[in-house]
């Protein structure tokens, strides 16, 4: 028996033996300790100097990551927000003023849920705060159609010199600065850029609604003073001085809608939009109709458009609703009822008025103006750009040039009085063309002469002088043609009615109306 139990007693250590003994290709039977692997022993780091409080902004640094994708896009942004908060009395007067008008803030979150996923998107591409996607709020309430007193335009409110910079096209068949990706783009852009500029997202804000320039200089003058030099402590114009305080406002009542009896439309934390390719020139009410969406909503999602045509030469994607892109694509290939735009650009050969360029493309006066945006006592220039129903003679589709470079150039259309005046002594046809800045061959068939036609004295000719605005008796247009020299030919003898000059007429009397 003892010898059973001391055989099971060293089979045992055998096993464990075996088991104890490291494995894998690097595995070693020495028993020798130096040649075991040394272990890392954890030392710990204790602070030196004096402790110092956790701040906000390092407490949000140290944050651990969540795990769960956020519920919407609202939670989104608030994860996201990065910028230095300001607190002072302005912010609360704005907080006041928009949790007093919940309609409002209804409005225009509700009008923002078509464009806010792309913007977030955007904003977290770049490492850029979340709080700026709420600026449009303050910029336009979100409204790519709104423009300024200033001509700023779109939900980003770039002057048109801005938007050049930042290559947002603006010609006669679109507006970059309204349109949603163009512009958010330029947007972040120059965001970025004032951010590299001034260093700081409070200044940077500032530069964007007062300019860099002037901020720049009134940084330069509280530093020439020994004066701090933060969005607090320069000088700046009373809006200006109120921007940032309304993004804070906003930036607020997102963070908390519930301390400020706001509600929050749902925005799904998903894209609204996807783009889609066109190929072929295309009636705006016709894309909306292949998408299944309503005019109006289609026009929020394109809103740069400025006519009701698509040039697929200048626009070569349009943005949908996310699901009805595809049912877009399946209309469109399946569509057989005819061309898919009824409306084209025609180039003005020679310079026109409104009644003879409408003539010209078979439509009425009110019609084209109302197309074009021609305003009244207007004439067309030659060359310029007019939109007008497609014909069979017009079939093909806007070429790139017309579609990038066109362009509607209008002059003030001239009205004239048919005057009887009377020749001077050696009056003769040039000179009475030169009196009355008027072209010598307009004076020749005004009268049924010859241009060398010299006239005899007190002789009555007629001329046709731009119709001038009533002035103070005594001032010098109410006192008619002034005198040239020896010339006696002057006052007005007798007068027709009103009429608009021929073409001639308005080019040759348009000094004239310079002079005024």
């Not at 908060?85 to 009008?111: A, F, G």
């Not at 190929?279 to 999602?301: H, N, P, Q, S």
Request: net charge positive.
């Amino acid at each position: 028996m003892k010898l059973l139990l001391s055989v099971w007693l060293s089979l045992g250590a055998l096993v464990l033996g075996g088991c104890a003994a490291p494995a894998g290709p690097n595995a070693t039977n020495s028993a020798d300790p130096t040649d075991a692997a040394p272990v890392a022993v954890h030392k710990p780091v204790y602070p030196t100097g004096a402790l110092q409080p956790i701040t906000a902004g390092s407490a949000n640094r140290l944050a651990v990551a969540p795990l769960a994708p956020p519920a919407d896009l609202w939670e989104r942004i608030r994860r996201g927000f990065a910028m230095e908060d300001l607190n002072n009395d302005l912010v609360r007067d704005r907080e006041q003023w928009y949790s007093t008008r919940p309609d409002y803030i209804q409005r225009m979150t509700e009008r923002s849920s078509k464009y806010l996923f792309h913007i977030v998107e955007e904003l977290e591409r770049r490492g850029m705060p979340t709080e700026l996607a709420l600026l449009p709020y303050i910029e336009s309430a979100f409204n790519p159609q709104a423009v300024s007193s200033a001509k700023a335009a779109g939900m980003w409110q770039f002057m048109p010199a801005t938007g050049n910079d930042y290559q947002l096209k603006q010609n006669m068949f679109r507006d970059d600065r309204r349109d949603v990706l163009a512009s958010t783009r330029a947007a972040l852009d120059y965001l970025q850029r004032l951010y590299g500029m001034f260093g700081d997202w409070q200044l940077a804000l500032a530069a964007y609604n007062w300019g860099e320039g002037s901020v720049g200089r009134a940084i330069a003058k509280n530093q020439k003073a020994g004066l701090p030099t933060g969005y607090e402590d320069i000088t700046m114009p009373a809006e200006t001085r109120m921007y940032v305080p309304k993004l804070q406002a906003v930036k607020n009542i997102v963070a908390h809608p519930e301390q400020f009896n706001a509600e929050l439309p749902l925005i799904e934390n998903h894209p609204y939009f996807q783009q889609v390719e066109i190929t072929r020139d295309i009636d705006i009410a016709l894309a909306a109709k292949l998408a299944g969406v309503k005019l109006e909503d289609f026009k929020a999602l394109n809103p740069s458009m400025r006519h009701p045509v698509i040039l697929a030469a200048g626009t070569t994607n349009i943005l949908l609703p996310w699901d009805n892109a595809a049912v877009f694509r399946r209309n469109l290939d399946a569509y057989s009822d005819g061309q898919y735009a009824s409306w084209t650009a025609w180039t003005v050969p020679a310079t026109l008025s409104v009644t003879a360029a409408a003539a010209k493309v078979g439509m009425s006066e009110q019609d084209l103006r109302a197309v074009n945006g021609i305003p009244p006592r207007m004439v067309i220039k030659a060359g310029s750009t007019l939109v007008v129903p497609r014909t069979s003679s017009m079939q093909d589709d806007v070429d790139a040039d017309v579609a990038e470079s066109g362009k509607l150039a209008l002059a003030p259309e001239i009205v004239t009085k048919r005057t009887v005046v009377k020749a001077g002594r050696r009056d003769s046809v040039a000179t009475v063309a030169k009196r009355y800045s008027v072209a010598t061959s307009d004076v020749a068939n005004w009268n049924s002469v010859s241009p060398s036609t010299t006239f005899k004295a007190g002789q009555q000719l007629i001329v046709y002088l731009p119709v001038r605005p009533h002035a103070p008796s005594g001032s010098p247009s109410a006192r008619g043609p002034a005198r040239n020299g020896h010339v006696a030919a002057r006052a007005v003898v007798k007068s027709g009615p009103a009429a608009k000059a021929p073409a001639a007429k308005a080019r040759a009397a348009a000094p004239a109306k310079r002079k005024r």
